[in-house]
């Protein structure tokens, strides 16, 4: 069974840190590229990042330029984001996602995780 499972998520303060990973099991990361994407209660979905198949291409939103960073460890089968400088509006169900191209439009992915809450307040 292919399966995405994120984890990492919690509460923290805000200007706190956190790192999400998210590790596959039922298959290899190697061969897809990985989004992180959050949903916070009564938005859309945003595409937070994105990272290609090799590690070598990363996409980031402007709202998390600069402070959020994806990392993949193939070895592992583990795609991490690391998280900085949180602020109260990066609060959201944080979602990892497995596709053939490294974007982060949402309807490229084919295969999703059931997400980890990520929660900045003080």
């Known amino acids: 069974q292919l399966q995405l499972v994120e984890s990492g998520g919690g509460l923290v303060q805000p200007g706190g840190s956190l790192r999400l990973s998210c590790a596959a099991s039922?298959?290899?990361?190697?061969?897809?590229?990985i989004g992180w994407f959050r949903q916070a209660p009564g938005k859309e979905r945003e595409g937070v990042s994105c990272?290609?198949?090799?590690?070598?291409?990363?996409n980031y939103a402007d709202s998390v330029k600069g402070r959020f960073t994806i990392s993949r460890d193939n070895a592992k089968n583990t795609v991490y984001l690391q998280m900085n400088s949180l602020k109260p509006e990066d609060t959201a169900v944080y979602y990892c996602?497995?596709?053939?191209?490294?974007?982060?439009?949402?309807?490229?992915?084919?295969?999703w995780g059931q997400g980890t809450q990520v929660t900045v307040s003080s």
């Open positions: 996602a497995a596709g053939l191209i490294a974007t982060r439009l949402f309807e490229e992915y084919d295969y």
């Open positions: 039922g298959f290899t990361l190697d061969y897809y590229a």
């Open positions: 990272i290609s198949s090799s590690g070598g291409n990363t």
